[in-house]
């Protein structure tokens, strides 16, 4: 269910976003891109902006979510190899609730770059669109001010590197929070100590 409802929050996201372009290109040409366009877009760009972050968020929640489970799927299989150490090469996916346990089962390949490998998830590149839906209302708003050009356009070029920035470390820190809150038992050989499971 999280997951029907991540891809139709995707899917909704790019729906308003298609929308609000041709909506932008149709202005655009009945107004020259004139002050009439530029009030349109600061009025809708916003409404695509909030629309945006909003999936981001919940997205980046679905995968939290689903990490939850993989853990808690980890540590049954762990207690299944406990119990019969034998069956450990049938098992596929991992048995350790830690960062590398979570990655065995995700199926990813650790000689991967995982930081290219994050513009390329469902949240990774919903929160590339969210950015340049960002720079292009920072860049008009410029314009609007009676900036320049080149200055609209490094505007946006400053707002686009900063949207990208405040969405990966909310990524980041959504990711450490879960960390925390549930703390591996049952590590990788050869990683931390496992915690006290009194």
């Given at each position: 269910?999280?997951w029907?409802?991540?891809f139709?929050?995707a899917a909704?996201?790019?729906?308003?976003l298609?929308?609000?372009?041709?909506a932008?290109?149709l202005v655009?040409?009945?107004?020259?891109f004139?002050?009439?366009?530029?009030?349109?877009?600061?009025l809708?760009?916003?409404?695509v902006?909030?629309a945006?972050?909003?999936?981001?968020s919940?997205l980046?929640?679905?995968?939290?979510?689903?990490?939850?489970?993989v853990v808690?799927m980890?540590?049954?299989?762990?207690?299944?190899l406990?119990?019969?150490?034998?069956f450990e090469?049938?098992f596929?996916t991992?048995?350790?609730?830690?960062a590398?346990?979570i990655?065995q089962?995700f199926a990813?390949?650790p000689?991967?770059n995982?930081?290219?490998?994050g513009?390329?998830t469902?949240?990774?590149m919903?929160?590339?669109?969210v950015?340049l839906v960002a720079?292009a209302f920072?860049?008009?708003a410029?314009l609007?001010l009676?900036l320049?050009?080149?200055?609209a356009?490094?505007?946006?070029?400053?707002?686009?590197?900063g949207?990208v920035?405040?969405?990966?470390?909310?990524?980041?820190?959504?990711?450490?929070g879960?960390?925390?809150?549930?703390?591996?038992?049952?590590?990788s050989?050869?990683?931390?100590?496992?915690t006290?499971?009194?």
């Amino acid at each position: 269910m999280s997951w029907n409802e991540a891809f139709s929050r995707a899917a909704m996201f790019l729906s308003l976003l298609s929308g609000s372009i041709v909506a932008l290109a149709l202005v655009a040409q009945a107004t020259l891109f004139g002050d009439n366009f530029a009030l349109f877009a600061l009025l809708l760009l916003p409404v695509v902006l909030f629309a945006g972050v909003a999936t981001f968020s919940r997205l980046i929640q679905v995968n939290n979510e689903d990490a939850h489970w993989v853990v808690g799927m980890n540590r049954l299989r762990h207690k299944y190899l406990e119990i019969a150490p034998d069956f450990e090469e049938y098992f596929v996916t991992g048995s350790h609730d830690d960062a590398a346990g979570i990655f065995q089962t995700f199926a990813g390949d650790p000689r991967s770059n995982q930081f290219l490998h994050g513009f390329i998830t469902t949240p990774g590149m919903i929160g590339t669109i969210v950015a340049l839906v960002a720079a292009a209302f920072v860049a008009v708003a410029a314009l609007r001010l009676g900036l320049s050009t080149p200055v609209a356009a490094l505007a946006g070029a400053v707002a686009f590197v900063g949207s990208v920035g405040a969405l990966a470390w909310y990524a980041y820190r959504t990711l450490i929070g879960l960390k925390d809150r549930l703390p591996p038992r049952f590590p990788s050989p050869g990683t931390e100590p496992p915690t006290d499971r009194s």
